[in-house]
């Protein structure tokens, strides 16, 4: 291993686990360098066993232990949590924390820690299990370029990164932290879609997993605008306009705008202290 690097999670659920086993994948930190604490027993011995990670006694022996301790509780356990470490504040003085938590602004969290504390709020999503996540990251008041650097670094191992002004991450969740729940909703449709229309559901899936997947690169690759390669297979008086009129009937584009700026607006909210 060559960085030497301290990486710790707190909240052993699908999120943390998901930028672990990405900074392991990359080789950003070795299993032995990985340091959790989780509410539940159970969630920890997954991790343990299945990941070969430490866990430790406390949150706070997993801030003390590490350079970077990655937050991803849910936001309601969150103030309890920055207490707890705050309450030690010595455990703090050369940790950078990295809170995923949807909706609480840095101020709110920055709030319950001492001044000074290196703090950055991101937005990952759950394809970082995969190396396919799509994470982006505001820094906190007295982080640095260097604690920049870390974090696209560790959230970079999991997929793309991107740095965006605060105000922007309720938008980030809308679009790509709850993102990938519509795609799925999109691929079981299709799926459904299929099997009315006479395929077995496994051929319906794998054609409408690799159909989600090749046009997804066709736009990542091509650098094409979207509606530019949808015009290119739309031949007049053809299937796929058929289709196309029919998703405009039911409100395709604006359910789909519709549910970005809901999850946008519900993280808002939450940070509003609203109930997620
Ligand atoms: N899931 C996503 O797609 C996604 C996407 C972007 C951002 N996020 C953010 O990531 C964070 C985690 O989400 P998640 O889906 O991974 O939630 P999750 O699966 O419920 O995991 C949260 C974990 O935190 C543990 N926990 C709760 N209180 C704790 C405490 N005081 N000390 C230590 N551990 C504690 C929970 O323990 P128990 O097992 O006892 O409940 C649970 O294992 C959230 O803030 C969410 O907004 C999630």
Known sequence: ???????????CGKMGRALIE??????????????????TASAIQLITSELGVTA???NLEVARRCDVVLLCTKPTDIPLVLLELANESDC????LLVSAAA?????????????GVRFVRCMPNTPALIGQGAAAYSLGSSATDADAELTCKILGASGSVIEVKEHLINAVTGVSGSG?????TFIEAMVDGGVAEGLSRSQALELAVRTVQGAASMVAETGLHPAMLRDMVTSPGGTT???????EEHGFRAAVTGAVRAASKKAEEMGRGGKG
């Not at 703090?92 to 940790?95: E, K, S």
């Not at 990938?180 to 799925?184: G, Q």
């Open 92 to 95: 703090l003085t050369n940790t």
């Open 56 to 58: 430790l006694e406390s």
């Open 1 to 11: 291993m060559k960085s030497g690097l301290k990486l710790g999670l707190i909240g």
């Open 103 to 115: 909706g609480l602004t840095i101020e709110e969290q920055e709030k319950f820690l001492p001044i």
């Open 241 to 247: 306009i058929e289709a196309l009129c029919t998703l």
């Open 180 to 184: 990938p729940a519509y795609v799925y």
């Open 22 to 39: 990405g900074a392991l994948r990359d080789e950003i930190v070795s299993p032995g360098d990985v340091y959790v604490s989780s509410r």
